[in-house]
């Protein structure tokens, strides 16, 4: 007879787990810099319009909105830094889903949404052991960048 408890070892364990955490970096990181960052650069085109809800000043706002589609997304691929880069990602994408796109339907705000959720995800679970982080940091630091 088969246990449940099992069923779910394999899917729960550390190693499994550490390798989940980097493919979802990598997944989640690259979708974000070819469907958005690549976009704000003008890769294939004129570059994007980057909403500014704050009224900064325009070169500040693209700044802030390529870094976080296109450099701190790099920095996650690598486990680099890793929570604390998720933080200007958070930034944008939750300003997106709540400010530029609060008044939209939920078909429109999914992207953003579901951007978040991902990192937000990232941010409390951490890079996991394959990742620059857990090589320079070691596990208990690791856990704490």
Known sequence: MIKFKNLLLP?????TMDFCMLFFRIAISLELIFVHG???????????T????????????????IAANLFFPQLIIMGLFTRL???????VTLTGYFIVHGNDSLLERDIPFMFSLGYLMIAFA???????????????????V
């Open 85 to 91: 880069s998720t933080l200007p990602i958070l930034a």
């Open 38 to 48: 690549l976009k704000k650069i003008g890769i294939n085109g004129l570059p994007e």
């Open 11 to 15: 899917i729960t364990s550390t190693k």
């Open 126 to 144: 951490g890079p996991g052991r394959y990742s620059l982080d857990h090589y320079f940091f070691g596990n208990k630091k690791a856990a704490e």
């Open 50 to 65: 980057v909403p500014n809800p704050f009224n900064m000043p325009q070169s500040l706002n693209e700044i802030i909105a």
